[in-house]
């Protein structure tokens, strides 16, 4: 029986075969590089808020504890928002009218909250509870960036579970001393590695990877 294509049909189907494969490599590849950029996790991206309210400015600038405003973060899996009486704390005496701070104000004058945009979204599937992680020596930047430099917050992080894995598989990479934990700016020192295991070993950190324990 008379062949109905050329031998070098065999070559052109090969040839067809692998373009076709490197081609949806490409863009799995792509997808996959897409899925981890700032682009796809908001990683890098400073959101802008009813209230241009600074970090920089109130911990670094002025030294105020992060435990001010956020007075749950020892003691609840939320760290808590602050009542706009906590702003009017100081700024019913300095600033008080400033037009930045008139939505302040008018929360104040009208008992209804600010609304603020939260920065670090994590979806309903995934749990994080901020006294288990504060109480253990990991501090306010290592997930929130060195938030004593923000003038506006951004997402300092990814939020992906690879990058949760990274502590809860090696938490002495990123442990520090207690006293250190709510400091709007920290650098690790340059033995990192065995403080770390040393204050794990002091704060009995020992952080469980399995899957239950973020997604309940």
């Known amino acids: 029986m008379a062949q109905l294509f050329p031998k070098q049909a065999n070559g052109l189907s ?3 075969i692998a373009a076709g494969a490197a081609v949806g490599g490409s863009v799995l590849l792509a997808l996959f590089l897409l899925a981890r950029s700032g682009y796809a996790t908001g990683e890098g991206t400073p959101y802008d808020q009813k209230v241009p309210f600074s970090h920089n400015h109130h911990t670094t600038g002025v030294g105020i504890d992060c435990r001010y ?4 973060v020892e003691t609840s899996a939320t760290a808590s928002v602050p ?4 702003c009017m704390n ?3 005496q300095i600033w008080t009218y400033a037009p930045m701070l008139e939505p302040v104000r008018e929360s104040y004058r009208t ?15 995934a749990y994080f509870n901020h006294s288990a ?3 253990k020596g990991v ?12 003038p506006l917050v951004y997402q300092a992080q990814s939020l992906q579970m690879q990058w949760c894995l990274e502590c809860h598989l090696k938490p002495e990479q990123f442990l520090r001393p207690k006293s250190e934990v709510n400091a709007p700016v920290w650098n690790p020192p340059a033995n990192q590695l065995e403080v770390g295991a040393k204050l794990r070993d002091l704060y009995q950190a ?5 899957c239950s324990t973020c997604h309940r």
């Open 14 to 16: 090969q040839a067809s």
């Open 69 to 72: 405003c956020h007075t749950t």
């Open 83 to 86: 009542p706009t009486q906590t």
């Open 90 to 92: 100081c700024h019913s």
């Open 111 to 125: 008992g209804k909250s600010l609304e603020w945009r939260k920065v670090n979204d994590l979806p309903d599937f």
């Open 133 to 135: 992680h504060v109480n």
């Open 139 to 150: 501090g306010c930047t290592t997930c929130h960036g060195q938030i004593g430099e923000m």
């Open 206 to 210: 020992k952080p469980r990877v399995s």
